[in-house]
């Protein structure tokens, strides 16, 4: 990381080790905070002038400007070489660009920190606030309070922080925590008494917090303070609140507010009955905890990392009881859609497995056909993306050993599959085809097959009304004919996707949909104008609580302009980017980019197959491109027939993040390096 420039506070800079850089002079902090606020644009050097001396330029104001950006590359770059063109303050046609990454300024990480909480569920969002919130060091600017080229973004950014106050205090009334918000509400309404927002959230909170004649003082002071010290008039949020509070908590309400308390106080019962009625009785209770934990994973980000980490200690418990039709119903109780190919948990998912086919072994000829195909339909879908037995990604010397176990996870899908259409079970029959959907890469060039395992598994939850299996048979049709090339269908899919989501509050589908819309945008505008996109899609998808689908995306997203290019990765392109689990089949690209030819073909040498997973194409053209460029002609030759079966296809699109261009173009230029080399 390079330096980071603030300025949410005076206007500063610190180095990689986070020690201040002296920027000198007053003059020479303008400068740097105009160039900031310019966001990466140029600002010509007359604007330059015009803002720092605002009513008459001074005589040579243009050279003094030259030399305040002279001294600020020193102090920036302090080991540049002499001669060497500067890289952070640059001159650009009539004037001069900062650049800044999105997260080497303070205002900009508070900007992608709200953003993430106001997306994020209350109980996470708390947290996100307060990082947020502690990117302020004082007022914007704060050294040139009276500069007019300042007031338009000390503007913004005070009003963004002010909504951030008081969204962190809603947060925390609704997690229960309203004790806590009150005195942060109580500075910030006696600092902004406009804020009517923060009068109500500040009344709210006492309410919840016990103290409803505070409350309604609160309220009185807010109307005092409005109308009488302020002249304005106070809105009918107040009187809403204030009726809201003389009605009491077991009162019922309006909206969504009445509608949440209802289902607390049912909730709530609920609970206290089941702790009375069913004390002790463990098979009853492990039913329905697995039962749970199913619709737990679907409720977001939070609830799917719990259901994750409870799962396995719910199969172990009932295992533990030493009834085998107990444990094959827990274990395949859980038919949660999965539409990713990587396993969050490689470790978790091959424990499942294990447990799967002990439980069928237990059970033998003796169990029911509903139950084996739960327990085949969940070999099936934790087998993801080559999952071993013990839940490894295989290397290059675990392949012999992994490839009768995709067969049988394979077998496994066909079997569930068909007792479920046999039995006539649409539920059941959507959780196997879930597992088809996962066995379905035994090859490149199989996305027609996967559109058509969409299709039915759409049709079959739209008669029999199951939303969260058509949203998996949505997202499956969309990756598809994004790889087909049908962008018409796939977006049909994807805003169909979202309806859904909204309707049924599964927000974790609209990540998928926001990475197809990013790649979207790629083949229609470019890579100039996805990048933005791509960034805010990978700061959400790190908070989704999905590491599958998180760890190494900024690689793939990273390969996006090199792929669809005809060169190698520049030297460093890829500093700071972890490739995740994708290491294997990117070393070798990225050693040829820094002309490290003979490591380059070591490491093709040793490479593993691509997972059969959505991510196969893509791989093999990286290690096609890699092979041409240092001569490795054989590994070319295999990529190339590998490829060959999607012609037609677009590479990587069928994963539905990223796409690198028609396979046809990478098989062209496969063509042509064997050609070149006889």
């Known amino acids: 990381m390079g330096v980071q420039f603030g300025l949410l506070g005076p206007v500063a800079a610190w180095d990689r080790r986070g020690e201040p850089v002296a920027l000198g002079a007053p003059r020479h902090r303008e400068v740097l905070g105009r160039l900031l606020i310019a966001r990466n644009r140029v600002v010509p050097v007359d604007r330059l002038v015009a803002d720092l001396w605002e009513d008459e330029p001074a005589a040579g104001s243009v050279g003094a400007v030259r030399t305040f950006v002279a001294a600020l590359r020193r102090v920036l770059e302090p080991d540049r070489p002499p001669h060497r063109p500067p890289r952070v303050l640059v001159t650009q046609g009539p004037g001069y660009v900062l650049h800044a990454a999105r997260d080497a300024v303070d205002a900009w990480c508070f900007e992608d920190a709200a953003a993430r909480a106001a997306a994020a569920p209350p109980h996470s969002a708390v947290a996100i606030w307060d990082e947020a919130l502690a990117w302020w060091r004082g007022p914007v600017l704060a050294d040139f309070p009276a500069a007019r080229w300042t007031a338009a973004e000390?503007?913004?950014?005070?009003?963004?922080?002010?909504?951030?106050?008081?969204?962190?205090?809603?947060?925390?009334?609704?997690?229960?925590?309203?004790?806590?918000?009150?005195?942060?509400?109580?500075?910030?309404?006696?600092a902004h008494p406009w804020r009517e927002d923060g009068w109500v959230l500040l009344a709210t909170a006492l309410d919840r917090s016990g103290r409803r004649g505070d409350a309604l003082e609160a309220l009185r002071r807010a109307r005092d303070t409005l109308a009488?010290?302020?002249?304005?008039?106070?809105?009918?949020?107040?009187?809403?609140?204030?009726?809201?509070?003389?009605?009491?908590?077991?009162?019922?309400?309006?909206?969504?507010?009445?509608?949440?308390?209802?289902?607390?106080?049912?909730?709530?019962?609920?609970?206290?009955?089941?702790?009375?009625?069913?004390?002790?009785?463990?098979?009853?209770?492990?039913?329905?905890?697995?039962?749970?934990?199913?619709?737990?994973?679907?409720?977001?980000?939070?609830?799917?990392?719990?259901?994750?980490?409870?799962?396995?200690?719910?199969?172990?418990?009932?295992?533990?009881?030493?009834?085998?039709?107990?444990?094959?119903?827990?274990?395949?109780?859980?038919?949660?859609?999965?539409?990713?190919?990587?396993?969050?948990?490689?470790?978790?998912?091959?424990?499942?497995?294990?447990?799967?086919?002990?439980?069928?072994?237990?059970?033998?000829?003796?169990?029911?056909?509903?139950?084996?195909?739960?327990?085949?339909?969940?070999?099936?879908?934790?087998?993801?993306?080559?999952?071993?037995?013990?839940?490894?990604?295989?290397r290059a010397a675990d392949a012999p050993a992994v490839e009768p176990w995709r067969r049988r996870a394979a077998g496994a899908a066909d079997e569930a599959v068909g007792i479920a259409r046999e039995l006539g079970d649409p539920g059941l029959l959507a959780f196997a085809l879930n597992g088809t959907f996962m066995q379905s890469f035994e090859r490149c060039g199989l996305a027609s097959r996967r559109a058509d395992t969409g299709a039915e598994l759409t049709a079959l939850s739209v008669t029999h009304g199951m939303p969260n299996h058509e949203v998996l048979g949505r997202l499956v049709r969309m990756q598809a004919l994004a790889a087909l090339g049908d962008t018409a269908g796939a977006d049909a899919e994807a805003d169909a996707a979202d309806r859904l989501a909204s309707r049924h509050e599964r927000p974790l589908a609209g990540v998928f949909t926001?990475?197809?819309?990013?790649?979207?945008?790629?083949?229609?505008?470019?890579?100039?104008?996805?990048e933005p996109l791509y960034r805010e899609v990978l700061r959400a998808t790190a908070e989704s609580g999905m590491p599958g689908l998180a760890h190494g995306a900024p690689a793939l997203v990273a390969l996006v302009p090199v792929l669809r290019g005809d060169g190698l990765p520049a030297p460093g392109a890829f500093d700071g980017i972890d490739p995740g689990p994708y290491e294997p089949w990117l070393r070798p690209l990225l050693l040829a980019g820094e002309g490290r030819t003979g490591e380059a073909r070591g490491a093709l040498a040793t490479v593993p197959r691509p997972p059969h997973d959505l991510l196969q194409e893509a791989l093999w053209c990286v290690l096609a491109r890699a092979a041409g460029a240092v001569g490795e002609h054989r590994l070319l030759r295999r990529a190339r027939d590998e490829i060959a079966r999607a012609s037609g296809e677009w590479a990587g699109a069928g994963s539905g993040l990223v796409s690198f261009g028609p396979v046809d173009r990478h098989l062209r230029a496969a063509d042509a390096a064997l050609r070149g080399a006889g």
């Not at 199969?315 to 533990?320: D, L, M, R, T, Y």
């Open 514 to 530: 926001s990475w197809y819309r990013a790649l979207r945008v790629c083949e229609t505008d470019g890579w100039g104008r996805a």
């Open 154 to 190: 000390r503007a913004r950014l005070e009003a963004l922080r002010l909504q951030a106050v008081e969204r962190r205090a809603d947060a925390l009334v609704a997690t229960g925590a309203a004790r806590d918000a009150v005195p942060d509400l109580e500075a910030h309404v006696a």
């Open 228 to 394: 009488g010290q302020l002249g304005m008039d106070p809105g009918p949020a107040l009187a809403r609140t204030q009726e809201r509070i003389l009605r009491g908590p077991d009162a019922p309400g309006t909206g969504d507010e009445a509608g949440a308390g209802l289902a607390d106080g049912v909730w709530g019962r609920a609970a206290a009955a089941w702790e009375r009625s069913v004390p002790g009785r463990a098979r009853l209770r492990l039913h329905a905890t697995a039962g749970l934990l199913r619709d737990l994973a679907l409720a977001g980000a939070d609830g799917l990392e719990e259901a994750r980490a409870q799962r396995t200690d719910v199969v172990a418990a009932a295992e533990a009881t030493g009834d085998a039709d107990l444990a094959a119903r827990v274990i395949g109780s859980y038919d949660v859609p999965a539409v990713w190919t990587r396993a969050d948990d490689p470790a978790g998912a091959g424990a499942l497995v294990r447990a799967a086919v002990r439980a069928a072994a237990a059970l033998g000829p003796d169990a029911s056909r509903p139950v084996r195909a739960r327990l085949l339909a969940v070999v099936a879908v934790e087998s993801r993306g080559d999952a071993a037995a013990d839940g490894r990604l295989p």
